[in-house]
């Protein structure tokens, strides 16, 4: 379930940055991997199919496993509990068997004794069993060609101060990641973001750490003890807060009656400040933070 709750926050870009470093094939791999078995995948296509299924969490979970009871009532309820995903559960058994020459043999019942729970998520009040996705709504791909535009603007002919920190493509999602390496799970244990808050009429750029690993979030903890050293480095206007969720955050943040300036022309005054803002607070928030970080994960080691 975690991993599942993990990848819905992901956007294609960081789906294409996993698969590029699992696979070391660089450009569109994910793509490109399908694509050897449907040549005539259409790329465009593709790519949105998957972001609208990464946002949805629309994942078949397998659990396999060499036994498997018929009798899964107890995963069932704890399925449906888990209502803020798209997923369906199948229970694969792999009967193993070793022939003559001590060669494992794996024969996966699918047909016989897979299960697979059916989900019902609630969607404007009314339950409906999963379909197929459902085309975008306009509002959604307005916000995301939004995100794209201000994001592009930000990252344009920009470098962070520290040199050690590269930065992050630009994609459509209301957030920036850019990772802190070896930090945990996979540089995302602790992760800088810029972030886009239309509900909450607000934006800015934080720090946060995932709560299951342990010694980042020891890290992050001690990162926040010592508040008052990092405002005498990167300004008085640092500060912590917690998002709706409960998750940390130490950075800066700007509230507006709106994000209006989303929606305008790059070229005006608005959306301008907008951008200058981001950039000038992210490379004070990164560059700021992150050699502190590497020492003191070099000396969690």
């Not at 344009?156 to 799970?185: I, K, Q, W, Y």
Request: proline letters at 3%; a negative charge; charged letters at 30%.
């Amino acid at each position: 379930m975690d991993y599942a709750k993990d990848l819905a926050s992901w956007g294609y870009e960081d789906l294409q940055r996993q698969v590029s470093l699992a696979t070391g094939r660089s450009g569109n791999a994910v793509y490109e991997l399908v694509r050897e078995r449907s040549p005539d995948l259409d790329e465009a296509d593709f790519v949105d199919n998957v972001t609208r299924y990464l946002r949805r969490g629309e994942f078949l979970l397998l659990i396999v496993g060499d036994g498997i009871r018929e009798d899964a009532a107890h995963i069932v309820d704890f399925v449906q509990s888990h209502s803020g995903l798209h997923f369906n559960l199948a229970l694969v058994e792999a009967a193993l068997y070793r022939d003559t020459e001590d060669r494992l043999i794996v024969q996966p019942r699918v047909l016989a004794r897979t299960e697979i729970v059916q989900r019902f998520v609630v969607e404007g009040g009314v339950a409906a069993d999963d379909g197929p996705a459902e085309e975008e709504e306009p509002q959604g791909r307005l916000r995301r060609e939004e995100n794209r535009r201000f994001w592009r603007a930000v990252v344009r002919e920009f470098a962070f101060a520290d040199p050690e920190v590269g930065v992050p493509e630009a994609g459509d999602d209301a957030t920036l990641p850019v990772l802190v390496p070896n930090s945990g799970f996979g540089g995302w244990g602790l992760c800088f973001s810029g972030y886009l808050a239309r509900s909450g009429r607000q934006f800015g750029c934080y720090l946060t750490v995932r709560k299951d690993q342990e010694r980042d979030v020891r890290i992050f903890d001690q990162l926040l003890g010592s508040l008052c050293e990092l405002r005498a480095d990167a300004g008085d206007e640092l500060d912590q807060w917690r998002n709706s969720a409960g998750r940390p955050r130490v950075g800066f943040r700007q509230e507006q009656l709106s994000l209006a300036f989303l929606a305008q022309d790059e070229e005006s005054e608005a959306f301008r400040e907008a951008v200058a803002w981001m950039r000038v607070h992210l490379d004070l928030l990164v560059s700021n933070l992150h050699p502190r970080l590497q020492r003191m994960l070099a000396d969690e080691r």
